[in-house]
């Protein structure tokens, strides 16, 4: 018989992924919720054309790892960074309120156990961006009630995965028998004993926890960059290799009795600066998580469901009881952090609407309980009701509110999202100019695109020289897809392309200021400087550096300052691991604002460093104007001290100039006075 066979499961189940979410989005419900419907009609308790136990209960496991490994490799550590007042207080509201309202609900009027009613407490108390979508179409993603409900989601994700790592590796627990209105209901939350996934640990939890945390935030990170720069080179294996480590992590959080799924997030979060948010590499592990992985774990949830459980009134009410654990939680927790952050009542509403939204992290969390013969199956029912409703109410609420929050129009992304890097030979050594590139992409897990315009003849020249530096950023550890773009001139190539790949920043090869030349004829960097829609970098690198140095330039003007601040970031980013960046101003005690307290500088003032304190293998990064003013003040020999030297000039979008004969303005660095930029 063909039912229950390999190739025919294969095929059922991609029939479900593929028609499932089409057909529940034609009525307006969320596609998670045909996923999970079409598991329970192929399912046993109707067609039984899936088997409960086989390749998709299998496949569905790893999509639960994978889940859990995406959701920490794509957290945006900078969003919330920048917002971290707001998100752990929102995160922390949010976690708290319905965490409580659910233990007390379900420990008092259910009688269940302390460690059955924390678990089930951590479901509600855990959020899923389902509605983030209607965010984007808004164009509100850096709003900062939406970075507050997605940082805050995180934080109450991974106190809810904390609950779950000490509830999973509790051995055995005593339930007493229930006396209420609610006892046939709760009497089927669970069972007389309560067995651990892992009955018999190798590890005890006091010792397993430290190691989870010190192999997934410490070693794997090391293992991985030490992969990708020696033999990780191509896309598979990088992808294959991030699956390793998503399962090197789960295994780990085994030897303690903890549940794979905390160990696969922790690992994602270790991988999370390696694995670029918008790379090739990143495209192959979403591709496959939603293609196959995800969309089968939440098939293999419906294969437990019974559908005519699911009209039961038991069902429905505790279903309802669910829904309003999560709304009136998340909503007490969104009306105090606005009270505390004076967030406008539109923004109160997005950010409590955005986390209404339940699903991946609730069903895994209610399924680990079924695992563990906490909940019966009645619970999984009545999450699968919840979600619905939830689902409804996120998408509906956040649409609301989102028509209603003014869109921010001044956001701008960080600067190493995606670093668009000519790499013309503009006599800089290749390998060190990419890695130059490859650096700033760094902290915010952003993508390098080298790229050469070409005339028609040049493009197989051309195509050689992207992928040489493709190469060289892979050999460095980075991902990189490179670009040949076909146009009549670099300039308008340069910004047609910046414009379609949504640069962040631009890199321009450029061979040092030539001060007679740069002031008659202009710079080879001016025109592109000028027309460049964001923030711009020329740069020449001869060697590989050990230390950099930064002059700040005029601090008066606010678009100097904007400028100065922006080299302030490169330098930071630039600056060799375990250096001190040395930092050149006309008065040390006013730049002090511009450094948070941890950064490691030194400040001198101009007058106590000359040009011969300057080495080959320092790397000298300054405002733009700097280079240009300080040169027509010092002259050709100032100039020609240059030659040897590795410069960064940096201005923000249509202000990079190196020509005094462009941008024309008084400025007062003297490169006299201030040789660190003059070099």
């Known amino acids: 018989m063909l039912i229950g066979s390999i190739e025919v499961t294969f095929l059922v189940l991609l029939i479900v992924v593929i028609f499932g979410p089409v057909i529940a989005e034609?009525?307006?419900?969320?596609?998670?919720?045909?996923?999970?419907?079409?598991?329970a009609l192929f399912g046993p308790f109707v067609l039984d054309w899936l088997p409960a136990d086989g390749l998709v209960t299998a496949l569905g496991a790893i999509g639960l790892l994978y889940l859990m490994f995406l959701a920490g490799a794509t957290f945006d550590i900078q969003a919330f960074s920048s917002n971290r007042r707001s998100a752990v207080s929102y995160g922390l509201l949010g976690f708290i309120i319905p965490f409580t309202i659910t233990l007390l609900v379900v420990g008092l009027v259910f009688d269940v156990g302390l460690l059955a009613a924390a678990l089930m407490g951590a479901m509600w108390a855990s959020n899923t961006l389902v509605a983030y979508p209607e965010v984007q179409a808004a164009g509100l993603q850096k709003n900062r009630a939406v970075s507050a409900a997605v940082s805050a989601g995180v934080v109450a994700d991974l106190l809810s995965l904390t609950v779950l790592a000490v509830v999973t590796a509790t051995a055995v627990i005593e339930l007493d028998p229930l006396d209420s209105a609610f006892a046939r209901v709760a009497n089927e939350f669970v069972q007389g004993q309560i067995e651990p996934t892992t009955p018999d640990p190798t590890l005890p939890l006091w010792l397993a926890l430290p190691l989870?945390?010190?192999?997934?935030?410490?070693?794997?990170?090391?293992?991985t960059q030490r992969f990708f720069v020696t033999i990780g080179r191509s896309r598979m294996q990088r992808f294959v290799f991030a699956l390793a480590g998503m399962s090197a992590g789960a295994a780990v959080a085994l030897l303690g009795g903890v549940e794979g799924l905390i160990g696969a997030f922790l690992a994602g979060l270790g991988m999370n600066r390696l694995i670029p948010t918008s790379g090739p590499l990143m495209e192959r592990l979403e591709f496959v998580g939603a293609a196959i992985f995800v969309p089968t774990f939440l098939v293999s949830i419906g294969l437990n469901i019974d559908p005519a459980l699911l009209v039961d009134r038991d069902t429905l009410v505790l279903g309802l009881v669910f829904t309003a654990f999560v709304?009136?939680?998340?909503?007490?927790?969104?009306?105090?952090?606005?009270?505390?952050?004076?967030?406008?009542?539109?923004?109160?509403?997005l950010m409590s609407s955005l986390s209404f939204g339940q699903a991946a992290s609730t069903l895994a969390i209610a399924q680990v309980g079924l695992s563990l013969g906490m909940f019966e199956q009645i619970v999984v029912n009545a999450s699968v009701i919840a979600i619905v409703i939830t689902a409804l109410l996120t998408s509906y609420g956040t649409r609301y509110f989102a028509g209603r929050v003014p869109r921010d129009t001044d956001e701008v992304p960080p600067v190493g999202a995606t670093v668009l890097v000519d790499v013309r030979d503009r006599g800089s050594d290749l390998d060190t100019f990419v890695a130059l590139a490859g650096r700033l992409t760094r902290k915010d897990s952003g993508l390098a695109v080298p790229y050469l315009v070409a005339e028609e003849g040049e493009l197989e020249a051309a195509a050689a020289r992207v992928d040489a530096s493709v190469e060289a950023l892979t050999g460095h550890g980075y991902d990189a897809d490179g670009v040949v773009r076909l146009a009549e001139s670099f300039e308008s190539g340069t910004v047609h392309l910046a414009e379609e790949r949504g640069a962040s920043m631009l890199v321009l090869g450029w061979s040092g200021p030539k001060f007679a030349a740069d002031y008659v004829l202009g710079s080879g960097v001016d025109d592109v400087g000028r027309r460049s829609p964001v923030p711009t970098m020329a740069v020449r690198v001869v060697r590989p550096w050990e230390r950099v140095v930064l002059r700040l330039g005029d601090l008066r003007l606010p678009w100097k300052r904007e400028d100065a601040l922006l080299a302030v970031d490169i330098a930071l980013r630039l600056r060799p691991d375990d250096t001190t960046l040395l930092v050149v101003a006309e008065d040390p005690g006013a730049c002090g604002e511009l450094f948070d307290q941890g950064d490691a500088v030194e400040v001198v003032a101009t007058d106590s460093f000359s040009v011969r304190d300057l080495r080959p293998v320092d790397l000298a990064v300054a405002p733009g104007h700097v280079f240009r003013d300080g040169l027509s003040s010092v002259g050709w020999r100032a100039g020609r001290a240059l030659d040897d030297l590795n410069l960064v000039a940096?201005?923000?979008?249509?202000?990079?100039?190196?020509?005094?004969?462009?941008?024309?303005?008084?400025?007062s660095a003297n490169l006299s006075v201030s040789p660190t930029v003059a070099r």
Do not use: Q
């Open 26 to 39: 034609r009525f307006r419900i969320p596609g998670i919720v045909g996923l999970i419907f079409g598991g």
């Open 327 to 349: 709304v009136v939680g998340k909503t007490a927790a969104a009306f105090l952090t606005s009270w505390i952050f004076r967030f406008s009542m539109a923004e109160t509403g």
């Open 650 to 667: 940096v201005a923000g979008p249509h202000r990079l100039s190196i020509s005094k004969g462009v941008t024309r303005g008084a400025v």
């Open 212 to 223: 989870l945390g010190v192999f997934c935030l410490w070693l794997l990170p090391k293992i």
